[in-house]
């Protein structure tokens, strides 16, 4: 018999894994604590922006015409405990408020409620991003606490998917990381990959401390490709050079590779920012913490970067201070197709101006309603045009596709002056030049 699959958690991880696992063939239950999220999830809405997946939750979710009917939610461990043969944690690991290190109460409490529901074999999965140690923590948690005792495994499976494009990562994975600690939970996550390890999707198994360092390497390596590229900025920016041209040619180069070399604002997101910062608190605690010094150095370059963002902003309207000065800012996600602006470098630099007085409007496609509820003291506009109005400033800082079909000419017309820097290195300079615009973008020359 097909295997019966859980998801616990449906954030951007939980509702792309629950949606893609029915997608699979599976017949799916989601769970969630909140249930508001569960309702909506149930409607066949998802409660974030991301492509694809409203379409996909369409095609499976039960109830919905049409629809295969494998996927359901609920709010009751019992009913997961009773559903399930396989269990996927997939719940947030946020950022500890005021230190560097993850905050595991999701977790833990996701794996305290599970645990005594599971009254028969079952294989329970972490795919959240811990700290390397915690899946030898949970399998002592879980044969505490699951009535069937050793029946009840642990494996660790790790997630790389990237917002905007989850559904796509989800469906066809780089690869498959697992790590087991026995073969016939190896078995079962063969079985549950099938489909895209037979499309060629490579399946990769390692103990559980490998598996978890799988993940956090894999996204500290990621940011410290954007920060060595933004370092390669600020270098042009002090000799002359052009850092677009720079990245170009050295991703040329097979072993560099050309992806991730975008320079700009820097990285931000509910990930790379507050993994790379629980990494080197886990390693702190392992007592490698020299291994991981250079993680401070990605983490301060690319913070800096969000301050050179200001101070460029600064000059453009004067050079002394941003008091009577109107500043327009294109985008607040902190990335484009996506509306999360969890650690968003567009928001913090337009905060930042805002704190020191200049009167700041924001537009972004899809993080209006997550922006506001973030910075409610930020003025915020309908449009592109509507912000930059009145604007002796305008400051592209998350790289949607409506921003570089602007028609930059009617943007003209409102500015009250045409001065245009690109955080993103991502608009047509010749386009915004040839309107009129004062176009300058960072680590390239002013000219
Ligand atoms: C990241 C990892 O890519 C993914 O594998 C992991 O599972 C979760 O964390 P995500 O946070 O969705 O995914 O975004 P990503 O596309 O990696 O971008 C992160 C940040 O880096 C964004 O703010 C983006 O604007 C910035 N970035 C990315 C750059 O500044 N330059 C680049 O060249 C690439």
């Not at 044969?143 to 029946?151: F, I, Q």
């Not at 079962?188 to 499309?199: H, I, K, Q, S, W």
Request: hydrophobic fraction near 45%; include cysteine.
């Amino acid at each position: 018999m097909a295997l019966k699959i859980t998801v616990i958690g449906t954030g951007y991880l939980g509702a792309t894994h629950a949606a893609a696992m029915a997608e699979l063939g599976f017949e799916v239950l989601g769970l969630d604590v909140v249930p508001e999220k569960i309702e909506m999830l149930a409607a066949g809405k998802v409660p974030m922006y991301e492509p694809g997946l409203e379409e996909l939750l369409a095609k499976h979710v039960a109830g919905i015409e049409g629809s295969s009917g494998r996927l359901r939610f609920t709010t009751s461990w019992e009913e997961i405990g009773e559903f399930g043969d396989v269990h996927f944690v997939c719940v947030n690991t946020p950022q500890k408020h005021g230190e560097y290190a993850c905050d595991m109460s999701y977790v833990d409490r996701a794996f305290a409620s599970l645990a005594p529901q599971l009254k028969r074999p079952a294989l329970v999965v972490g795919k959240s991003t811990v700290p390397v140690g915690s899946a030898a923590r949970l399998a002592g948690l879980l044969a505490e606490l699951a009535p069937v005792g050793a029946d009840a495994e642990l494996a660790w499976n790790p997630e790389f998917l990237r917002e905007g494009f989850a559904v796509q990562d989800t469906l066809h994975p780089d690869r498959i990381v697992v790590g087991v600690q026995s073969e016939r939970s190896e078995k079962l996550l063969r079985e549950v990959y099938a489909t895209p390890v037979g499309e060629g999707s490579p399946f990769v198994v390692m103990d559980f401390p490998t598996s978890e360092l799988v993940k956090t390497s894999a996204n500290s390596f990621l940011a410290t490709k954007i920060s060595f590229i933004n370092a390669m900025a600020e270098v042009c920016e002090a000799a002359d050079g052009d850092v677009v041209k720079l990245a170009e040619a050295i991703g040329y180069d097979e072993r560099i590779g050309s992806k991730f070399l975008r320079a700009g604002i820097g990285f931000g997101g509910g990930c790379l920012p507050k993994d790379i910062r629980a990494f080197m608190a886990r390693a702190g605690e392992l007592g490698a913490d020299q291994a991981l010094t250079f993680l401070r150095e990605v983490d301060s370059i690319n913070m800096r970067r969000r301050g050179h963002m200001v101070e460029l902003a600064r000059d453009a309207v004067g050079g002394d201070s941003f008091l009577g000065k109107r500043v327009a800012v294109l985008g607040a996600t902190f990335k484009p197709d996506s509306d999360d602006v969890r650690d968003s470098p567009a928001l913090n630099v337009a905060g930042q101006i805002h704190l020191q007085g200049g009167q700041v409007t924001v537009y972004d496609p899809k993080g209006m309603e997550n922006a506001r509820r973030l910075f409610p003291t930020l003025a915020y506009a309908e449009s592109a045009l509507d912000a930059v109005r009145g604007a002796d400033v305008v400051l592209h800082l998350t790289e949607w596709r409506e921003f570089r079909e602007l028609d930059v000419a009617a943007l003209g017309e409102v500015a009250t002056s045409r001065i245009v820097l690109d955080g993103r290195n991502a608009l047509d300079s010749v386009k915004w030049r040839e309107a009129g615009w004062t176009y300058r973008a960072m680590g390239r020359p002013k000219a």
